[in-house]
């Protein structure tokens, strides 16, 4: 784990609220030159502290009005299997988050579609063909009161 500075947790704040503020303004607000920010960027950058940049989009703005919470328990808990259930989620757009998750089930996921035709369309595809997923239980999102990946630093 990389030491954070004052100055890094004080940027890491500003640019998880707005990935696009200029150079010139996050040295202003972070108290230091604008060279030091960028050394401090690319240092982040280098050592995985930062690990990308992302735009958030409004699901329903682009016809993915549904949002789902699937417990998924499978059969096995063999290396081979769960790698493979984590390529194949991995490979569907349709997933926004997967976690491998304990108690009742073995995996968490998160996942968009337009309807509840498309929804039943991918549990097609990600769990009526696996031979290794037990069952599924699904729990449509009435509201998404709080989305992000805000990381408290």
């Known amino acids: 784990m ?6 890094d947790r004080t940027l890491l704040r500003l640019l998880q609220s ?7 303004d996050l040295a202003e ?10 050394r401090r960027l690319r240092y982040m950058r280098d050592a995985g502290v930062m690990t990308g940049d992302t735009v958030t989009i409004d699901p329903e703005a682009v016809g993915l009005g549904m949002t789902f919470v699937i417990l998924v328990e499978m059969e096995r808990e063999r290396l081979d299997i769960l790698d ?12 926004q988050q997967c976690y491998y998750i304990t ?11 337009r309807d509840m035709n498309d929804y039943r369309g991918l549990i097609q595809r990600l ?10 239980r699904t729990s449509v999102v009435m509201e998404r009161t709080k989305v992000g990946a805000f990381v408290p630093v």
């Not at 990389?2 to 100055?7: A, F, K, Q, V, Y």
């Not at 707005?18 to 010139?24: F, Q, V, Y």
């Not at 089930?105 to 996942?111: G, I, K, Q, S």
């Not at 063909?129 to 037990?134: A, E, I, R, S, W």
């Open 84 to 95: 493979a259930f984590r390529r194949k989620i991995h490979s569907e757009e349709r997933i």
């Open 2 to 7: 990389m030491e954070l500075t004052g100055i």
């Open 18 to 24: 707005n990935a696009k503020t200029r150079l010139d």
């Open 127 to 136: 769990f009526f063909d696996d031979t290794n997923v037990k069952r599924f």
């Open 103 to 113: 108690g009742d089930a073995d995996f968490a996921l998160v996942a968009l579609a």
């Open 29 to 38: 607000q972070a108290g230091a030159s604008t060279a030091t920010v960028q």
